[in-house]
C-alpha cells in the first residue's frame, strides 16, 4: 500500500496549495452556520438535529467540487499518463485519491464541533446522537467522495465532472423523497436507496448494520465503477 499512501499524500497535499480547499470550506462552514444557529435559535432546542438534518443536500454539491479535479485535471494536463511511470498500480491511485478525498471532508467537519460547544452551555446537549451523526457524516461523505470520484474519471472537463457528481448524490439524497410518486410495491426498495435515510437513522444514534453496509457498498460500487473506467481509458 505505499503506493496508495504516496498518492494520498500528494493529493491530500495538493487540496491546502491552492486556494480552492480554503473557498469550499469556507463555503461549507457559512451554510451551515447559518442553517444551523438560524433554526436554533429559532427553536431553542439543544441539539444539533438540524445541522444534521441540512447535511447531505449541502454534502450534495460541495463534495463534487472537492473531487471534480482529481482525474478529470489530470486527463486535461496529461500528467495521468507521468503517474502511470511511477511504481503505483490503478488501484492505488484510486484508493489514494479517495482517501485524500475522505480526509478532507473529516478536516472540513472538525470546526463544526464548535456548534456542539456553544449548545452545551447553552443547555443539556445529548452527546450521544452528536456522536452517531458525525459517524454518519463521514460515511456519507466517504460515499459522496466516491460518486465524485467516480464522476471525475469520467471526463477530462471539470465543470462536467462537478454536475456529474452532483447530480448523482442529489439523486440519492432525494429520492427517498419522492416516494409518493413511485408505486407501492417499489417504496421499501427505493427508501433503502435514499442515503438521506440511512444517514438521519445514524445521525440519530440508531448505529444499524444495514445503513453502514449502505454506505460501504456505495463505495464500493463506485470505486469499482472508477477502476472499470480508469481501465477503459488506460
Not at 494536463?77 to 488501484?91: F, H, N
Not at 416516494?179 to 444517514?199: I, K, T
Request: aromatic share 18%.
Amino acid at each position: 500500500m505505499t503506493g496508495a499512501v504516496n498518492i494520498f499524500k500528494k493529493e491530500f497535499k495538493g487540496y491546502f496549495i491552492t486556494p480552492v480547499a480554503y473557498i469550499v470550506i469556507s463555503i461549507f462552514l457559512i451554510l451551515t452556520g447559518w442553517f444551523f444557529f438560524s433554526t436554533f435559535f429559532l427553536y431553542g432546542q439543544a441539539d444539533m438535529r438540524s445541522f444534521f438534518s441540512l447535511l447531505p443536500v449541502i454534502f450534495s454539491f460541495i463534495i463534487p467540487a472537492v473531487t471534480m479535479r482529481l482525474f478529470s485535471e489530470e486527463f486535461n494536463t496529461g500528467s495521468y499518463e507521468l503517474i502511470l511511470t511511477m511504481p503505483v498500480s490503478g488501484l492505488d491511485i484510486i484508493i489514494g485519491k479517495f482517501t485524500a478525498a475522505v480526509a478532507f471532508v473529516a478536516v472540513m467537519l472538525v470546526p463544526t464541533f464548535f456548534y456542539g460547544i456553544v449548545i452545551s452551555f447553552i443547555g443539556d446537549i445529548d452527546w450521544g446522537p452528536v456522536a452517531g451523526g458525525y459517524m454518519g457524516a463521514v460515511l456519507l461523505g466517504a460515499a459522496f467522495s466516491a460518486i465524485g470520484l467516480f464522476a471525475s474519471s469520467l471526463t477530462r472537463n471539470q465543470i462536467i465532472a462537478f454536475i456529474t457528481g452532483m447530480s448523482l448524490c442529489f439523486v440519492l439524497t432525494l429520492i427517498d423523497k419522492m416516494l409518493f410518486f413511485l408505486p407501492e410495491g417499489a417504496l421499501n426498495v427505493f427508501q433503502y436507496l435514499g442515503a438521506d435515510f440511512h444517514f438521519q437513522n445514524i445521525s440519530r444514534g440508531i448505529i444499524d448494520s444495514r445503513d453502514i453496509l449502505y454506505f460501504l457498498s456505495v463505495c464500493f460500487v463506485m470505486l469499482y465503477g472508477t477502476a472499470l473506467v480508469i481501465q477503459e481509458k488506460t
